[in-house]
């Protein structure tokens, strides 16, 4: 076996018709000049980013993650905007954000990691030159928007990240679904 290392990150993955409904009402907004917005197909929630690690590592976290498959899938409610320190300019969820940390520390609890700044969100886009006030005045604009869509999360991936001038390109490595979802 090769001992190439590889950019792996757990995450939980939206649905295609999510992915393009945000594609359609939120990235037009954001000024294609001043950030780099994340193509649609690769929205997600990053549950926990591991970063460059041996392609044999990838059958022991399998193993270690197993214990997820008796975690409760939910639902969650995309329904807020905000910005990490102007650099990240995300949509995230308002119903759901303790399910979602549950599983944050149930990964880490079970990958032996530790990071206590999780923060349920998934990425519009980078920023590339827009000053505060301006990034302040565009979360407001796309609040104005008021994107509300439940999502059901029925699993996590481990994903590879292949960096390329065109941006990221995302695989998904493995799958663990949770118990069933009974509403």
Not at 10 to 22: D, L, P
Not at 29 to 41: M, T, Y
Request: charged residues 30%; glycine residues 8%; proline residues 3%.
């Amino acid at each position: 076996m090769t001992s190439e290392n590889l950019r792996l990150f757990f995450a939980v993955n939206i649905s295609k018709e999510v992915k393009q409904e945000i594609a359609e009402k939120m990235l037009p907004l954001i000024p294609a000049d001043k950030w780099r917005k994340v193509l649609p197909e690769n929205l997600h929630v990053t549950i926990q980013f591991l970063g460059y690690m041996p392609r044999q590592a990838v059958e022991g976290l399998k193993t270690k993650v197993q214990g997820l498959r008796k975690f409760d899938a939910f639902e969650a409610e995309i329904n807020c905007v905000g910005h990490f320190k102007g650099r990240v300019l995300w949509i995230g969820f308002g119903r759901g954000t303790g399910d979602f940390n549950l599983l944050n520390r149930k990964l880490q609890e079970m990958i032996g990691t530790h990071d206590n700044k999780f923060h349920a969100h998934i990425t519009l886009a980078r920023n590339r030159g827009m000053g505060k006030k301006e990034t302040d005045a565009l979360v407001e604009e796309l609040r104005a928007v008021g994107f509300k869509k439940k999502i059901k999360v029925e699993g996590i991936e481990l994903m590879r990240s292949e960096l390329h001038k065109a941006g990221p390109e995302y695989s998904v490595v493995f799958s663990i679904r949770f118990r069933a979802l009974h509403l």
